[in-house]
């Protein structure tokens, strides 16, 4: 499965989108890119998954580029129970393993 | 419905003893999952099981960890003898099917090894 780079931390002002990318170059034709989140002392949690389009559901939006090597998830109303750790994963539609790296630490800030 | 329920939540032991850790999925989830998180790191998966058969303990070390899953529903994963270095939160997660996008993760169990 290919690897993702992702920021170790960012900070967002609760109200405002929270865009959180995710570079994925080495993606193969059939891998997806996967997006959960680990709240403090949680389990992770899915939020969304997409091929090539662009993906919404309630908890999120998922932007992947053309060339597929990059792609950015939003929480369009970050609010403060959004702080958590977001995790960018690639693999195979249904593939086996999770490989989580170490994330993206969100902080959303009154 | 239930989540994946996990116990105990917190556990305290020194080096060199052993340690249980049970799980026990979301109903009708044929497909388990044990994860090992140290401190500021992704999960880690340890083994995955499809009903009461092991799929992948590629990354299980084998000669301290083991994991059962009997009849096909709840699972234990132990150590024996613990070290420093086990310290780490350990994760259940359930699916219906394997490879399924969306894991269900338990809340874990936080393990400290002195």
């Known amino acids: 499965d290919a690897k993702t780079t992702q920021p170790p931390s960012m900070d967002c002002a609760e109200g405002r989108a929270a865009n959180l990318p995710c570079n994925h170059s080495t993606i193969s034709g059939n891998e997806y890119v996967y997006w959960y989140r680990q709240i403090h002392s949680q389990g992770p949690q899915y939020i969304i998954h997409g091929l090539k389009n662009n993906e919404t559901n309630e908890m999120a939006s998922l932007i992947i580029t053309e060339d597929r090597k990059s792609s950015t998830l939003i929480l369009p109303h970050a609010t403060l129970r959004d702080t958590a750790v977001y995790y960018c994963?690639?693999?195979?539609?249904?593939?086996?393993?999770?490989?989580f790296g170490a994330g993206t630490i969100l902080r959303v800030k009154s | 419905e239930a989540g994946v329920a996990q116990s105990p939540r917190y556990k305290i032991i020194e080096k060199r003893q052993s340690v249980a850790f049970w799980c026990n999925p979301i109903?009708?989830?044929?497909?388990l999952y044990w994860y090992q998180q140290i401190l500021g790191q992704g999960p880690k998966l340890l083994i995955q099981f499809q009903n009461n058969g092991v799929v992948d303990d590629s990354q299980l070390p084998k000669d301290r960890f083991s994991a059962e899953r009997l009849k096909g529903v709840d699972s234990t994963l132990k150590i024996q003898p613990a070290k420093l270095e086990d310290s780490a939160v350990y994760l259940c997660?359930?699916?219906?099917?394997?490879?399924?996008?969306?894991?269900?993760f338990g809340p874990g169990t936080r393990l400290t090894v002195t």
């Open positions: 997660a359930s699916t219906r099917l394997a490879g399924l996008y969306e894991q269900y």
């Open positions: 994963i690639v693999r195979r539609e249904y593939g086996n393993k999770l490989v």
């Open positions: 109903s009708g989830h044929a497909t």
